[in-house]
């Protein structure tokens, strides 16, 4: 499911009750989904361990926060829904709106795709300040609480083993708190696998393919003019890769990536010599060409793709759901997981205004398993270009692999083929519809 599969979001459709909802963790994930949970129950808080700054600033709790984000049309699309005036107060803010067709150039199969006719916007910026409008924006909700330095300890249970609340610390010492419902948006540590084996449950099925990828990103001057882009993926052979956008303030950010054990280096000279090393020249060139501003090159590593299959779990505590990386956490070089949590958290409301039981979690997980079916094929299907890649292999991911191939070669030349390319790589179309007839003649026909 994608933005053009998804009806959008009319708060019109529920029908406010009493009650308390948590969501565990201020991620893009929580946030969303506290925004949802409001429109349900009557007062919705938002706990996160980490001391939330007031400003556009990186915090521990989200170790990738230092390094390239950008929000697809999807998830922009979403949260417009979600906070109209979103991309306005985005842009406001500093984020800087270009043109995905125009500006931004995308290296691949050996050359760049070709400009197409359709603008699509394209929002960058920080993660930080994707992050602080987000929650500015949720704070400003009736009923809504956000507490940080509050530090999940325990699901709360009833006889039934139904979650019943959460235990959390804070600086006063342990506090119960009573929920209707409770939402993890913890991320890739969740909690929530270990403590259902602790409790009887079975783990949910798990799929990890490992990438052993190393984001290494530094921030450069940018002068106001200048907000060109640019992306070059790993290609077989080729293991390295590399990213820049304009952000906030004047900066721009800059992304080198290796994959399978190529890392790029931490001290800036090394740094531009592995850029140098890239297919792409614009990228070396801008760091040629303007100074760093950051004072170090701050690195993520990020050793595989984790999947959790909630939905196929026999049982499953009622009170309680699992959302965003906590369920799904993707190779980062694809740019979906604000996408994808956006996505997520508009299932979650539809399943809130359509599903009559007081147990949305089995609707939830199925509606969610199409959203991040396309998502997971796209990045592992990616990842299984490299034979060092290792895990279980989407079925028919090397004759799409071959497929995409092509497509992207003949993409350099045809805008339509970039252009279709694109809706997907943004997640407002669905992969299947590379395969249309139309399409697939282009990609198939005889010639370069």
């Given at each position: 499911?994608?933005?053009?599969?998804?009806?959008?979001?009319?708060?019109?459709?529920?029908?406010?009750?009493?009650?308390?909802?948590?969501?565990?963790?201020?991620?893009?994930?929580?946030?969303?989904?506290?925004?949802?949970?409001?429109?349900?129950?009557?007062?919705?808080?938002?706990?996160?361990?980490?001391?939330?700054?007031?400003?556009?600033?990186?915090?521990?709790?989200?170790?990738?926060?230092?390094?390239?984000?950008?929000?697809?049309?999807?998830?922009?699309?979403?949260?417009?829904?979600?906070?109209?005036?979103?991309?306005?107060?985005?842009?406001?803010?500093?984020?800087?709106?270009?043109?995905?067709?125009?500006?931004?150039?995308?290296?691949?199969?050996?050359?760049?795709?070709?400009?197409?006719?359709?603008?699509?916007?394209?929002?960058?910026?920080?993660?930080?300040?994707?992050?602080?409008?987000?929650?500015?924006?949720?704070?400003?909700?009736?009923?809504?609480?956000?507490?940080?330095?509050?530090?999940?300890?325990?699901?709360?249970?009833?006889?039934?083993?139904?979650?019943?609340?959460?235990?959390?610390?804070?600086?006063?010492?342990?506090?119960?708190?009573?929920?209707?419902?409770?939402?993890?948006?913890?991320?890739?540590?969740?909690?929530?696998?270990?403590?259902?084996?602790?409790?009887?449950?079975?783990?949910?099925?798990?799929?990890?393919?490992?990438?052993?990828?190393?984001?290494?990103?530094?921030?450069?001057?940018?002068?106001?003019?200048?907000?060109?882009?640019?992306?070059?993926?790993?290609?077989?052979?080729?293991?390295?890769?590399?990213?820049?956008?304009?952000?906030?303030?004047?900066?721009?950010?800059?992304?080198?990536?290796?994959?399978?054990?190529?890392?790029?280096?931490?001290?800036?000279?090394?740094?531009?010599?592995?850029?140098?090393s890239l297919p792409v020249s614009g990228i070396s060139r801008l760091l040629d060409e303007h100074a760093f501003i950051s004072e170090e090159v701050h690195a993520y590593p990020f050793p595989a793709s984790i999947r959790r299959h909630y939905g196929d779990m026999d049982r499953f505590p009622g009170g309680l759901l699992v959302i965003g990386d906590a369920i799904a956490s993707f190779n980062p070089i694809y740019g979906q997981g604000m996408s994808v949590a956006a996505m997520e958290a508009l299932l979650?409301?539809?399943?809130?205004?359509?599903?009559?039981?007081?147990?949305?979690?089995?609707?939830?997980?199925?509606?969610?398993?199409?959203?991040?079916?396309?998502?997971?094929?796209?990045?592992?299907?990616?990842?299984?270009?490299?034979?060092?890649?290792?895990?279980?292999?989407?079925?028919?991911?090397?004759?799409?692999?071959?497929?995409?191939?092509?497509?992207?070669?003949?993409?350099?030349?045809?805008?339509?083929?970039?252009?279709?390319?694109?809706?997907?790589?943004?997640?407002?179309?669905?992969?299947?519809?590379?395969?249309?007839?139309?399409?697939?003649?282009?990609?198939?026909?005889?010639?370069?």
């Amino acid at each position: 499911m994608t933005l053009a599969t998804i009806p959008r979001y009319d708060p019109d459709r529920i029908t406010k009750q009493s009650g308390h909802a948590v969501v565990v963790g201020a991620s893009m994930a929580g946030i969303l989904a506290a925004h949802v949970l409001a429109d349900r129950f009557e007062t919705v808080t938002l706990l996160e361990r980490d001391s939330l700054p007031d400003g556009a600033v990186a915090r521990p709790g989200v170790p990738q926060g230092n390094q390239i984000h950008v929000m697809l049309t999807a998830g922009q699309s979403t949260l417009e829904d979600f906070f109209p005036g979103y991309s306005d107060e985005l842009t406001t803010a500093g984020a800087i709106e270009s043109d995905l067709r125009s500006d931004l150039k995308v290296y691949g199969e050996g050359g760049f795709l070709a400009a197409g006719e359709n603008r699509i916007p394209l929002f960058s910026a920080s993660r930080p300040l994707f992050e602080h409008v987000t929650r500015r924006r949720l704070g400003e909700r009736n009923g809504v609480t956000i507490r940080d330095e509050c530090h999940f300890v325990d699901y709360l249970v009833d006889d039934d083993s139904s979650v019943e609340g959460v235990t959390v610390r804070t600086g006063d010492g342990l506090e119960e708190m009573a929920t209707e419902m409770v939402v993890d948006a913890s991320g890739r540590t969740s909690r929530t696998p270990t403590w259902l084996a602790s409790h009887g449950y079975p783990a949910p099925p798990t799929d990890e393919v490992t990438v052993d990828l190393t984001y290494r990103t530094a921030i450069l001057e940018r002068p106001a003019d200048s907000i060109d882009s640019y992306v070059v993926m790993p290609d077989p052979p080729r293991l390295r890769g590399g990213a820049t956008y304009p952000i906030e303030h004047g900066q721009r950010i800059l992304t080198l990536a290796g994959i399978h054990g190529d890392k790029p280096p931490a001290d800036p000279a090394g740094f531009v010599d592995f850029a140098a090393s890239l297919p792409v020249s614009g990228i070396s060139r801008l760091l040629d060409e303007h100074a760093f501003i950051s004072e170090e090159v701050h690195a993520y590593p990020f050793p595989a793709s984790i999947r959790r299959h909630y939905g196929d779990m026999d049982r499953f505590p009622g009170g309680l759901l699992v959302i965003g990386d906590a369920i799904a956490s993707f190779n980062p070089i694809y740019g979906q997981g604000m996408s994808v949590a956006a996505m997520e958290a508009l299932l979650l409301h539809h399943v809130l205004a359509t599903d009559s039981s007081d147990e949305p979690a089995v609707p939830f997980f199925e509606r969610t398993k199409r959203v991040i079916d396309d998502a997971w094929n796209v990045a592992v299907g990616g990842d299984f270009k490299f034979p060092q890649t290792t895990g279980p292999k989407p079925f028919g991911t090397d004759f799409t692999n071959w497929y995409i191939a092509r497509l992207t070669c003949k993409s350099h030349t045809d805008g339509t083929l970039a252009d279709a390319f694109s809706r997907v790589v943004t997640m407002e179309r669905r992969p299947h519809s590379l395969f249309r007839p139309g399409i697939a003649w282009r990609v198939l026909k005889p010639g370069r």
